[in-house]
């Protein structure tokens, strides 16, 4: 079973940055698809960013484009949400996925999920 960590949330104030980690166990990392997900209190899991297997294809929320990057360290198992620009509307809980399908991540449907790491920004 694939088995995933966030980390690197934490509160920061409008207009600042923060990296999210995702590291990864329990299969071949290179293999999967990966994304970010975001759930808010009282809202549903939304998608954020998704990176290809190889890590040449990446797709991105209108809610985020320009400000968020997602990549991928195939060796070191990792996955990295880069946040610029944060603003109160990204407070959520978030969420790495991993999938062998890249429309499953991108629908939301992917098969392992880590637990999620919070990220709350002021204002």
């Known amino acids: 079973q694939v088995q995933l960590v966030e980390s690197g949330g934490g509160l920061v104030q409008a207009g600042g940055s923060l990296r999210l980690s995702c590291l990864s166990s329990g299969g071949m990392f290179s293999g999967y698809c990966m994304g970010w997900f975001r759930q808010a209190p009282g809202k549903e899991r939304e998608f954020v960013a998704a990176?290809?297997?190889?890590?040449?294809?990446?797709y991105y929320a209108d809610s985020v484009k320009g400000r968020f990057t997602i990549s991928r360290d195939d060796a070191k198992s990792l996955v990295y949400l880069q946040m610029n620009s944060l603003n109160p509307e990204d407070t959520a809980v978030y969420f790495c996925?991993?999938?062998?399908?890249?429309?499953?991540?991108?629908?939301?449907?992917?098969?392992?999920w880590g637990r999620g790491t919070q990220v709350t920004v002021s204002s």
């Open positions: 990176i290809t297997w190889s890590g040449v294809t990446t």
């Open positions: 996925a991993a999938d062998e399908s890249i429309e499953k991540v991108r629908t939301t449907q992917a098969e392992f």
